[in-house]
Structures are given as C-alpha cells and as structure tokens.
C-alpha cells in the first residue's frame, strides 16, 4: 500500500502488523500532516513545500506510491484508521528547527483527544522533540531515531528505546544497549533471515515493508527460541 497513507495502515493491520510507522509534520496553517518528504516532488508532479502549504492545498494533490494513488491524510485521520482497524502507530516527529514544542504540544492533544495513548509510540532523530515529549509524557514510549554512525550506548539519552538503521547494526553495540536496559528497533529489515536473525542478537523490534515475513518471524521467533523480548508486559511494544 502507499506509505503514509489510510490504505497502508489498513494493510498493516490486516496482515499482522503490531504498529504501522507514520511520518508527521506541521503544515503553514499549524495542522499534523502524514507525509514523509519536506516536499512533495518525489511522488507527485507539483513541487510543494509541507512547511510552506496549507493542510487544505496538500489534500488538493494526487500523490503516487507503489503504483496506487492517495492523498495526504492528517494526524487525526491516520489515528481514527488505526483505532477503526486495531493497530497501533508508531509516529516518527519530522519537525524544521523550532517546531519542536509546537508539534509536541499538537501531537499530545490529539492522542489524548482520541484516547489512543496506549495505542501509540513516538520517535524521532530531533533529539529536542523527544526530550519535550519524555518530559510532558514519560509514561508514554519515546525513543530516539539514531541516523549515521554508532559508537557506544550513552547511557543518558533517557529514552524508552532506539531505532538503527540496518545497515548500522551491530552485535556489540546491540548488547550495550540490552545490558544497559534499552530496547533497539531495526529499519528497514525486509529479508526474511535478517529478521530473525536480528531478533536473535536480542532486538526488540523489526521495521520493514513485508509484514507478512515480519510477522511470520517474530511469531517463529518466539515458538522456536522461547525467549522474551525486553520489557515483557509493560503494554507497550516488544
């Protein structure tokens, strides 16, 4: 289905997904937009700026993903789906410099409007972002999006887990953070050996397109090896 679109939540759910993993950022009239890019460009043939537009005009535009059409949905739009199709949303903060309180304080809201806390995960690679939300929230499971190169696990990121790039992933860096207490998400795993394999050097979560083998893998994972993913029966993912 198309990324951050109504369908592609829908198709997670309805093939096993724990949590469909959506983009958000402000638009000019200070409304939560699903979309990953700054701008539109890459999947559509008009050029606009998320920051720059207004809500009303994003919606305006056919965009193009997977080879099916869609348009943006807003953030209250995506959180009625999953509610309406039973999965949760791992919400990753794509916030320009000094948004930050702002979309925290919107997003925040929103969740609590619908009553979807326990429905919902947030995590970014703006590190002020997920410092506000552990602060106004820190029931609620923040984590820290790491791009780039790894070096060890600093043990005052306070935050509830981090997410790695695949290509970043390695076995000491893995076991820093499982001795330290942090579970680590891994994106975007989409080989079916990969996944298990990850699972079985102690990750706490895949991030991937085919949701089928993901779920196919924890569901060996956890038939097979019988082990138990951090933080067991806290509610929240793992």
Request: with cysteine; net charge negative; charged share 25%.
């Amino acid at each position: 289905a198309p990324e951050n679109s109504l369908e592609g939540i829908e198709s997670a759910a309805l093939r096993g997904a724990d949590y469909a993993e959506i983009d958000i950022q402000l638009t000019a009239d200070g409304e939560l937009a699903v979309f990953h890019d700054s701008s539109t460009s890459r999947l559509c043939e008009r050029d606009l700026t998320v920051a720059d537009s207004t809500l009303a005009e994003l919606k305006q535009l056919d965009l193009v993903s997977r080879g099916e059409h869609f348009t943006i949905p807003s953030l209250e739009e995506a959180v009625q789906k999953a509610k309406e199709a039973q999965v949760g949303l791992l919400i990753e903060f794509k916030p320009q410099d000094g948004q930050e309180e702002e979309m925290a304080e919107k997003t925040i809201a929103l969740i609590e409007k619908n009553d979807v806390a326990d429905q919902a995960i947030f995590m970014s690679m703006n590190e002020p972002i997920v410092r506000i939300m552990e602060e106004e929230r820190p029931s609620w499971w923040n984590g820290y999006c790491i791009f780039g190169a790894l070096g060890k696990v600093d043990t005052s990121w306070n935050v509830d887990f981090l997410a790695i790039e695949e290509s970043q992933a390695n076995t000491r860096f893995l076991e820093q953070a499982r001795n330290n207490g942090i579970p680590v998400y891994i994106w975007t795993v989409n080989d079916t050996y990969s996944m298990l394999s990850y699972l079985r050097m102690g990750v706490s979560g895949n991030i991937g397109d085919n949701v089928e083998d993901i779920r196919s893998s924890v569901d060996a994972y956890l038939y097979y090896d019988e082990e138990d993913y951090l933080y067991e029966g806290t509610g929240y993912p793992h």
